[in-house]
Structures are given as structure tokens and as C-alpha cells.
């Protein structure tokens, strides 16, 4: 090992712990604002190290934690299966993209390249939803808009699937008489572990972080995600922050709450899970974007 190596790898190291530890420090700071004490806030400011330790924000958002269980009931049921079925359609359609013998390959790849231009607008959208296919305040109306295919994830994988996957492999399926199915099950999808975890994931953070669909589709409270439900208990708190000044009542109330605190818990809600999931996906995740990159 020569003199320049020995120097730069103890550097490179260095290097990269305090890249983690500057990404990490946001989170940190929003974790500690969150369990700091209110006024200690409005006097110091934003601290990692708070003078006062509280965790009335987290008192406030789980005063009913009955609706809390029930909303993160939905997001988890909602992403689980909106997770699986993204994957799965983006996969059948991706593969025989990804097969040179397809009929109208050309044609199906610029249909799919069409859609990443262009849509139909959002009324359309709204009304196919909800007149057409009756999903109004029903957990499907969360899973099935985003449940449709995502261009990009599919060019994604098709290119995955055609540099990765030996053309040999299809062949010697075909040979001992395996059908296209069988041959999609058995003999790619094993070996397309990475870009499926990859997808997957990208799935996952979409549905755990749609509230839009919600908020469009959503008028039942024993129906909303946990992300909807903190978005209108944010959006709460701003209100009567507005009116605080034009009402006493208002003002008085304002006064016991932890309107900057509660701000933080709510990211703090609901990210935590995402915590938990990744470190499941990460290792699939670098080899899963870069292999199809490059044709070998």
C-alpha cells in the first residue's frame, strides 16, 4: 500500500462519517424540537440541546389514540397492498418490453413514453374515479390511482430486465417447454431481486406519503391515513393561530397548545415508520438502480 493510499482512505472515512453525521442532524434537531418544552422554544429558538425536556406535543397529537391506531392501520393496510400490485403490474408490463420478439414493442414503449408528457387532467381523472368506478370513501380509491403503472418505474425495470437477465436463461426455459409465465416466475423474477426491492420501494414511499388521494376520494374519519389525518391537524393549528389575535377565547386556547412543538412531532409521526422499512431495502436498492444502467 502506497504512501498516498494509506493517506487518502483514513480521509475518505472521514469524510463520509461527517457527510452521515450532517445528514443525520436535521432529523436530529426535528426530534429534539419535537420533545422540547414550548416556551423554552420561544425563547431560545431551535436547539438540539433544549433547556426543558416535554413531551406535551406528543400528549396533543395522540389525545385521541384511538383515531391515531386507526389511521396508521390504514396506511400500513394501504401501502402494503398498493406496494405489492404496483410492483406486480409494473413487472408484467416491463418484461415483455424488455423481450425483442414482442409484437408493437416500439408501439407499447411509446404509449408508455406518451403518458410521462402527458395526461388527461385532473377532472377527468376525479370523475373516472368517482362516477365511473364508484370508489368514493373506500380504501380502494387510495390503492387503485396510484396503483397504475409509473412510467419511469417501468423503464426502469425493463432495462433492468434486458441487460441483466441472459437472453439464455429465456432460452433454455423455452427448450424444456416452459411457458412465458412460468418462465417470468420461476427463472426472472428470482433473479430480479434487486430492481423488485428497488421498485418496491419507491412504491412504499408513495403510498405511505400520499395524502392527496385521501384529502380528493376521503370523507369518512374512520377512513383517512395517517398522513391526511396530520396534514389536517396542521392545518388546524395554523387556523387558530390566524385567529388567536381576533379572538380571546381563541387566544386562550392558543396559549396551551404546543403550536411550534407539535410541528415537529407531526414529521416525527410520521416518517418513523419509513425508518424501519428502509434498512429492509437498502441493500437491494444501489445494485438495483445501477445494473440496468449499463449494458453489459
Known amino acids: 500500500m502506497t504512501i498516498a493510499t494509506r493517506i487518502r482512505t483514513p480521509l475518505i472515512h472521514v469524510f463520509f462519517i461527517l457527510f452521515a453525521i450532517a445528514s443525520l442532524f436535521p432529523f436530529l434537531l426535528v426530534f429534539m424540537v419535537s420533545v422540547s418544552d414550548e416556551s423554552s422554544i420561544i425563547n431560545n429558538g431551535y436547539t438540539i440541546f433544549p433547556s ?3 413531551f406535551a406535543a406528543y400528549e396533543f397529537l395522540f389525545n385521541d389514540f384511538a383515531q391515531i391506531a386507526r389511521a396508521y392501520g390504514v396506511t400500513i393496510l394501504v401501502t402494503f397492498f398498493g406496494t ?11 418484461y415483455p418490453l424488455s423481450r425483442r420478439d414482442l409484437p408493437l414493442r416500439r408501439t407499447f414503449s411509446f404509449i408508455l413514453f406518451f403518458t410521462m408528457l402527458f395526461s388527461g387532467g385532473m377532472v377527468p381523472w376525479y370523475i373516472t374515479y368517482v362516477t365511473m368506478f364508484g370508489l368514493k370513501n ?7 390511482p396510484s396503483l397504475l403503472l409509473s412510467a419511469f418505474n417501468v423503464l426502469l425495470m425493463r432495462s433492468f430486465f434486458a441487460n441483466t ?7 433454455s426455459g423455452t427448450i424444456d417447454g416452459a411457458g412465458e409465465f412460468t418462465i417470468f416466475l420461476k427463472l426472472v423474477v428470482p433473479l430480479s431481486a434487486p430492481i423488485m426491492a428497488t421498485i418496491a420501494l419507491f412504491n412504499l414511499l408513495a403510498y405511505w406519503n400520499d395524502w392527496y388521494n385521501c384529502m380528493l376520494f376521503i370523507d369518512k374519519a374512520n377512513l383517512m391515513n395517517i398522513q391526511y389525518l396530520m396534514t389536517k391537524t396542521l392545518n388546524n393549528v395554523q387556523f387558530l393561530l390566524m385567529k388567536a389575535d381576533t379572538s380571546s377565547q381563541v387566544g386562550d386556547l392558543v396559549a396551551k397548545m404546543p403550536t411550534e412543538t407539535v410541528r415537529m412531532a407531526l414529521a416525527i409521526v410520521g416518517v418513523s415508520p419509513l425508518l424501519l422499512a428502509y434498512p429492509f431495502f437498502q441493500k437491494f436498492y444501489i445494485s438495483g438502480i445501477t445494473s440496468g444502467a449499463v449494458k453489459g
Open 84 to 94: 405489492i400490485g404496483s410492483v406486480l403490474i409494473t413487472a408484467l408490463f416491463a
Open 165 to 171: 437477465i441472459p437472453e439464455s436463461i429465456v432460452e
Open 138 to 144: 373506500t380504501l380502494l380509491s387510495m390503492i387503485i
Open 52 to 54: 426543558k425536556i416535554s
